[in-house]
């Protein structure tokens, strides 16, 4: 680690920065604390990156998908801002050198050493592809090693640098990736797949086993003529020891389907590495102890000594208290919330504000609070809307091969229901207004200054054009992130109903224009076959009978059909309502105790 440059920052967000651990195509990585005391490694973007166009929306993306991968192999993701002036992303920090230092200061690895690489790298690698990720710069500086194996970092990031709409940073002659370990497609600026981090790998394992590039000639020589290399000679590899070789033979090779899969790789006796002992040697167990005990020894270098002793505050924060994040911004449209696993923690008690009224026996008896007047009016609303429509649909079912003496009868049989669903309907959208804002009260509760966008926004997003397609799921996710309860993990509660209930709301508002045009129409003259009586041909025009019969049709039955769906959708509504007020009042319960 190296000190802190004068042009340095000395925060990235909340995060206390302590030196500098390195700087690379897309920025430089920084040692960093979090407000709780955790050693993380912060990467701050650099501006001209994050002024591409599109590069911030697809960092999120790509950040959020990160998350996802396992912190087994790799260096979890624990925050990030796609947002900021300057996007940055924070991680776990793993105390250790990379596999470059390793290499450097002791030299080639022995073979169990590299065993017990490529086991722990496919491990990797396989968390990271089934993430949905290609990591595309595996490389030795990306490579941490550790005490129980090597971790992987960097990983998945580095997509967001390649848009398929702009052509990604290759069109403006920035290479994306390290030369001495990319794919020759990869130099070849063709479509990458997991294969390319198979390439990669291989290079890897080359490198820790012989102390050099596959690709480098003697005396080195300029990036150009080493992708070149890679792209049309075949690998040195002199010095891999015998066993290793058909293993790193097949990884490198150059077609991409002529290379080992993931899964036949971590299926070979090269990579079933056990541990059965320390998987590295003894000088570089020693510098990893020697690592440990500097980072212990690290000071904050804004913490200033001086002579007078700084008093405990009267009122101490809690341990597992989260404190309002300053700073950040609201995110883009499009994109989730990326928040850290500390969100969801009790929020600080005001010291001299008015408690929280205890819970009468009733409630403790009954377990809850109960819902509350909006939630109860969302139910009824609910409810009447789908009798509503269930309604709407048995009638014109109903009628079906029914006659009437004039086109006019069925529209008078069905404007009961018509009213009933006209005043379901607005009646439904003022309680749901109401419902949403509460709630959304509720969550800025639970995790103050941390939800994207207004308190007036849960209201308003629902009248925007389009808007109202994105904006209120966005405000539910935020509002149902803040609302499970605290997880030492930082996950949250199960989602499938919030999925469900967005799923069926976004089915509604596509299919509403003929939902409501139909159930206006469906009961028309257009629905009705005129019929009359032979007897006007016999007794004349005096004896002539005629009347009308209804018929469904294509447009009838679209209309049954529509009616009939929002009785699933009401319900799936009904289970996300009270599954969130579930946990809000969880919450609500867990902070009065």
Known sequence: MHALRDDDPTHVADYRLLGRLGEGGMGVV???????????????????LAALPDFRLRFAEEVVIAQQ??????????????????????????????????????????????????????????????????????????????????????????????????????????????PGFMAPEQVRGERLTAACDIFSLGSVLAFAAC????????????????????????????????????????????????????????????????HLGPWLPAPVLAQLGQDAAHLLEQED???????????????????????????????LPGTAPVTDPDLRQPPVRPAG??????????????????????????????????????????????????TFESSTDPEDLTWTWTIIQAGAAVALAVAWLIWCSRTRAAAEEFAPGRLR???AMAVGSWFIPFGNLYLPKQIADDVWHASSPPSSTGAT???????????CWVFTVLTSPLYYWQAAVWADADNLHYESSESSAIYGDDAYESWYAHELGTA???AVVLHLLAVPIVVATALYVSRLTALQEARRSGLTT
């Open 301 to 331: 270098p804004g913490t200033r000594v001086t002579g007078e002793s700084t008093p405990p505050p009267e009122h101490p924060v809690p341990e597992n208290t989260t404190l309002p994040s300053q700073g950040r911004r609201p995110a």
């Open 453 to 455: 966008y207004s308190p």
């Open 493 to 503: 509660a199960p989602r499938a109903r919030l999925h469900i209930w967005w799923g």
């Open 69 to 178: 991968v396992s912190a087994d192999w790799t260096a979890a993701v624990l925050d990030a801002d796609p947002h900021a002036e300057r996007p940055w992303v924070a991680t776990a920090y793993i105390p250790g050198p990379t596999l470059a230092e390793v290499v450097t200061r002791h030299g080639p690895l022995p073979e169990s050493s590299v065993r017990g690489l490529a086991s722990g790298l496919c491990d990797a690698l396989a968390d990271i592809h089934g993430a949905g990720l290609v990591h595309r710069d595996l490389k030795p500086s990306n490579i941490m090693i550790t005490i129980d194996g090597p971790k992987v970092i960097d990983f998945g990031i580095v997509r967001a640098l390649d848009s398929p709409t702009h052509g990604g940073l290759t069109s403006s002659g920035v290479i994306v990736g390290s």
């Open 353 to 402: 504000g008015t408690p929280r009224p205890t819970r009468t026996l009733a409630e403790e008896r009954n377990g809850r609070n109960g819902p509350g007047p909006a939630t109860v009016m969302v139910y009824v609303t609910l409810a009447l809307y789908a009798v509503g429509s269930l309604g709407a649909a048995f009638t014109q079912l109903s009628m079906v091969g029914d």
């Open 556 to 558: 009838g039955w679209l």
């Open 211 to 274: 102390g050099r590039l596959p690709f480098d000639a003697p005396g080195g020589g300029r990036h150009h003529a080493l992708m070149y290399r890679v792209v049309h000679e075949e690998p040195d590899l002199a010095g891999v020891p015998e066993p290793l070789l058909p293993l790193i033979r097949d990884c490198l090779a150059k077609e991409p389907a002529a290379r080992s899969s993931l899964a036949t790789l971590r299926a070979r006796e090269e990579t079933q590495f056990r």
């Open 30 to 48: 920084y040692l960093a604390r979090s407000p709780r005391g955790r050693m993380v490694a912060v990467k701050s973007i650099r501006t001209e």
